[in-house]
Nanobody
Framework: VQLQASGGGLVQAGGSLRLSCTAS????????MAWFRQAPGKERDFVAR????????AYASSVKGRFTISRDIDKNTVYLQMNSLKVEDTAVYYC????????????????WGKGTQVTVSS
């Protein structure tokens, strides 16, 4: 599975961005997909995930209520709508896919895409 993320950019605090991630193959073998982020000098952190079949979602507490993850099954695409962005949301955002429930539930996906930079200015 190859994952291609897009939609990053520069935005002012309080603004919005939508990230997209398209899988290169049909995702019938994908249990779920997720977004992670890595700020400079910090570890990569979980942001949000979505069960591909059921659409159930989960979020990091730092983004809950501001970010929304969704998917388009026909387009093999997962989205991350980011609203009320804060300076501390600045990071490289990575799309990932998990092919098994255990990997999905433990936030340890086995497929990763290249990141897209999100920069939030004050």
């Amino acid at each position: 599975v190859q994952l291609q993320a897009s939609g990053g950019g520069l935005v002012q605090a309080g603004g919005s961005l939508r990230l997209s991630c398209t899988a290169s193959v049909r995702t019938f073998s994908t249990y779920g997909m997720a977004w992670f982020r890595q700020a400079p000098g910090k570890e990569r952190d979980f942001v949000a995930r979505i069960d591909w079949r059921l659409g159930a979602t989960a979020y990091a507490s730092s983004v809950k209520g501001r970010f929304t993850i969704s998917r388009d099954i026909d387009k093999n695409t997962v989205y991350l709508q980011m609203n009320s962005l804060k300076v501390e949301d600045t990071a490289v955002y990575y799309c990932a896919a998990a092919s098994a429930r255990t990997l999905y539930a433990s936030n340890t996906p086995n497929h990763w895409g290249k990141g897209t930079q999100v920069t939030v200015s004050s």
